[in-house]
Structures are given as C-alpha cells and as structure tokens.
C-alpha cells in the first residue's frame, strides 16, 4: 500500500516485511547447543516475529533424536502472562489470532500434516481468558502446504526431512520470502557452502537472531526491499550527483596577489 501511495511521486521506500526462516539442521550438528536455540526462534514474541524461526529443516540422520527432544521442549515452555516471571512464552496479539492460527492448523492437519506436538488455545483458566496459543509442531512431507507457505505470526512450527545438502537448499529456497535463515553444523565448509545458495538477506551459522547495529538487515524476494542498520541503510536517505570537469576547457585563474 505504501509503495502504491508513493508511486505517482517516485518515492523511494526502504521495506522490511514477513519472513518465513528456514533452520536448516544437518547430521553433525551440535544438538544441545541447537536445540535451545530452536525452541526460542519459535516462543520469542509468541512467534509474533518477521524473523521467527518457523520451518525446521532436518537431515534425516537426526530427524528422530529432534523429533523426540524438540518436542519434549515445546511440549514444556511455560505459557503465561508477561507478568509472571516463571511464564516462558506470553499470548498472541488478541483472541481473534488465537482464532486464526489454530485455523491454519486445523487445516494444516486436515490437509496431511503430521503432529508432532499439538499445542494449541490454552483451555485451562486463567489462561483460557486471554489469547494464550501452545506451541504446536507439525512434520509434513509437501512444502506446498499453505502452512509452509504462509506466515503464521503464532508458535507453529513445521518440519520436513531432507537427505541431501542440495535437496536442503531446495527446500529453505521453496518460498516466496528471503528474510532470514539458519544454518546448524560443525562442519568447516559446509554452512558457508550452503550460505552463498540460500536466498535470504541474513543468515546465521550455529546461531539465531543475532543483530548488531553494525552488520545490514532486510530481506530478499516479498521479505521487502533496502537495508537497516550498516552503512547499507544510508542508501536510503543518499542521492548521488555526478559531475563531470573536462580538463584544458576551464582558464586557469590569475594566482592572488
């Protein structure tokens, strides 16, 4: 809307949008560092988040330990108000998002999705008053699936097995945004290999959301246009003048006296 609004002025627009991050996990990854990591790109915000991490790519020599423990973790986050300091993951923006989410699972489930962890509207009072939403992880095996294709903006979480290193950059790139990714191994070679193919504006190797004012952020494809942050986010605010003085034309001027 913005972009149409400034069209007819040739207004120029710096856009962050939505993200749908992959978290690409190969076989020698570090699980016990991965694992924590995971469950926060999910619960932070309450996935309310551009940059959450909500597609779980896993190689399938891991993909049952993951399955197990991730979901033993989601199944434990704590939901609760912010108010609560033993809460882990606050509510959704309202009820109506509850409402909406819980949707999309449905549908998702409905359409073939595998569940690993349910999750879903808090029941129990006082919780069922408010807009609590459990997180919930889905496996499926098609990344047609609106809810691999659509931002949730909720807890939810789907994951797919790959085999092959090629086959994982097919899949983080099988979407229409580009805002971020991450990619877990202790391989030397193998997550900056894997870096230069994803297209995603920010991408971390063995970690997650870490933002320094120094580095650019922004994203690739419909995940907006333009950087914040790093010298890349002057662009926005420069116009560049060319000018041109050809010599031998211009008289030399007499020196003061």
């Not at 932070?44 to 330990?65: D, H, K, N, P, W």
């Not at 108010?83 to 549908?107: C, F, Y």
């Not at 992880?137 to 949730?152: F, G, K, M, N, Y």
């Amino acid at each position: 809307m913005g972009g149409a609004a400034g069209a007819s002025l040739l207004k120029r627009f710096g856009l962050e949008l939505g993200g749908k991050t992959p978290m690409l996990v190969f076989n020698d990854a570090d699980l016990d560092a991965a694992l924590p990591k995971l469950e926060k790109a999910l619960t932070v915000f309450g996935g309310q988040f551009c940059m959450t991490g909500s597609r779980l790519l896993i190689q399938s020599g891991i993909a049952e330990a993951v399955r197990q423990r991730l979901g033993d973790r989601l199944k434990s986050v704590k939901v609760g108000p912010a108010t609560d300091p033993t809460s882990d993951m606050g509510p959704l923006i309202d009820k109506a998002n509850v409402e909406r989410v819980n949707r999309m699972v449905e549908e998702a489930i409905a359409d073939g999705a595998k569940v690993i962890v349910r999750g879903g509207p808090a029941t129990e009072e006082p919780l069922v008053r408010g807009a609590f939403y459990r997180p919930t992880l889905l496996e499926v095996a098609d990344s047609r699936h609106p809810i691999v294709q659509q931002e949730v903006f909720g807890p939810v979480l789907t994951m797919q097995v790959f085999n092959t290193e090629a086959e994982a950059i097919v899949l983080a790139n099988d979407s229409e945004y580009g805002l971020a990714a991450s990619i877990w191994s202790r391989d030397v070679d193998l997550p900056l290999r894997v870096a230069r193919e994803l297209q995603a504006g920010t991408i971390w190797i063995n970690d997650w959301a870490l933002m320094t004012d120094g580095f650019e952020e922004g994203g690739d494809k419909q995940s907006g246009q333009g950087r914040l942050r790093g010298l890349a986010a002057l662009d926005d605010f420069l116009e560049y003048k060319h000018i041109v003085l050809k010599p031998g034309v211009i008289a030399p001027r007499e020196p003061a006296r």
